[in-house]
């Protein structure tokens, strides 16, 4: 008989984390047995939403309490190594949403925790599961257009209010302690993580932030506008977000310039320029199993003890997490970092 894994939910304050129990419960040999959070609120929504009737006021009572194979960390950035860690003491699996800590101390932490317990750790990145992100990402890493030299992905939107994320969601973003910085931290870290996937770790980095400011003023004061701009021996990487960009996406993005052409993604195709030929617009492949959403890929890695791989890697998260954090360093001081940090 095929096992079930039984899954905990450890916190529910970071959105995503209703999208993917959307995905646990398309899986017939999963079940979602309980959940710990210390907001009363949240609780009761998972209970009304997905029928979760075993709640704990805390992730840590939770853990200690259910017999779980699995646990779905939602929480702020800040407590991403603290769920881990408790996990990984009970040889409990985790996937974990995005980025992966608020620092890199704790991303370094993490990835300890899971190779000395021997579980599998995924870091929950929803670019992750875009079929044009996985169609540019093997274009790219086949060599398609030669040696990468540039690497640029801006993430943005019009606020965390104003695109509705919860009032839990919006009190973690807006913490720096939480989540480690502002805009920098919450939307950086998808072209820090398609740099550290595409280019591995830097040689130096430059971060710039600010407070441009579409909607009230935060408290604490937090950055909504970022830049990360890093360096390799034959490449550079921008890394651009904001809180206040009222309007869509106006070009190609992301961007991958080689030395034999260009691949990009525009309205979720793939564009590529090579040097004398027409340009392509290529429908990306559909999405197949188990590469389709982040439970499905756990499940399989799981079950065929196959490393986590990808952009969805701890290792892949942990090197965005230093690019972040020498972005925001850097962005503090005004001085280029050098790496390893």
Same mark, same amino acid.
């Given at each position: 008989m095929a096992k079930t894994y039984r899954v905990g939910i450890a916190c529910m304050s970071h959105d995503h984390v209703w999208g993917e129990l959307d995905h646990w419960k398309q899986l017939p040999n999963v079940e979602l047995v309980a959940g710990g959070d210390d907001e009363p609120a949240l609780l009761a929504y998972l209970k009304e939403k997905h029928g979760v009737t075993h709640l704990y006021?805390?992730?840590?009572?939770?853990?200690?309490?259910?017999?779980?194979?699995?646990?779905?960390?939602?929480?702020?950035?800040?407590?991403?190594?603290?769920?881990?860690?408790? /996990?990984?003491?009970? @040889?409990? %699996?985790?996937?974990?949403?995005? =980025?992966? #800590?608020?620092?890199? &101390?704790?991303?370094?932490?993490?990835?300890?925790? /899971?190779?000395?317990? @021997?579980? %599998?750790?995924?870091?929950?990145? =929803?670019? #992750?599961?875009?079929? &044009?992100?996985?169609?540019?990402?093997?274009?790219?890493?086949?060599?398609?257009?030669?040696?990468?030299?540039?690497?640029?992905?801006?993430?943005?939107?019009?606020?965390?209010?104003?695109?509705?994320?919860?009032?839990?969601?919006?009190?973690?973003?807006?913490?720096?302690?939480?989540?480690?910085?502002?805009?920098?931290?919450?939307?950086?870290?998808?072209?820090?993580?398609?740099?550290?996937?595409?280019?591995?770790?830097?040689n130096n980095v430059m971060g710039m932030r600010g407070t441009f400011g579409n909607e009230p003023a935060y408290n604490p004061p937090s950055d909504d506008n970022a830049v990360i701009v890093s360096q390799y021996d034959h490449a550079f990487s921008v890394c651009e977000a904001s809180w206040s960009q009222p309007v869509g996406y106006a070009e190609t993005n992301p961007l991958v310039y080689g030395s034999e052409g260009s691949i990009g993604i525009y309205h979720d195709k793939i564009q590529i320029q090579r040097p004398g030929k027409a340009e392509e617009i290529v429908e990306p492949k559909p999405l197949e199993y188990p590469y389709r959403h982040a439970p499905e890929y756990l499940l399989h890695c799981i079950e065929n003890g196959l490393k986590i791989e990808g952009f969805c890697s701890p290792e892949v998260s942990r090197n965005a997490q230093e690019i972040l954090e020498a972005g925001l360093r850097s962005a503090n001081t005004g001085q280029t970092l050098k790496l390893p940090l």
């Open positions: 006021n805390s992730y840590q009572e939770m853990i200690e309490n259910e017999e779980l194979d699995i646990v779905q960390a939602a929480g702020g950035n800040s407590e991403g190594a603290d769920i881990v860690e408790l /996990a990984a003491s009970k @040889g409990l %699996h985790v996937i974990s949403e995005k =980025p992966m #800590a608020a620092t890199l &101390a704790q991303a370094e932490r993490m990835k300890a925790a /899971a190779e000395k317990a @021997g579980i %599998h750790l995924l870091i929950n990145w =929803p670019s #992750a599961w875009s079929a &044009a992100w996985q169609d540019l990402e093997r274009r790219v890493l086949a060599g398609e257009i030669g040696e990468v030299r540039y690497v640029r992905y801006r993430s943005a939107h019009s606020g965390p209010i104003a695109i509705g994320c919860s009032p839990y969601f919006v009190k973690d973003l807006t913490t720096p302690e939480v989540n480690g910085a502002g805009a920098l931290m919450d939307y950086c870290c998808y072209g820090a993580k398609l740099t550290a996937r595409l280019l591995g770790r830097p």
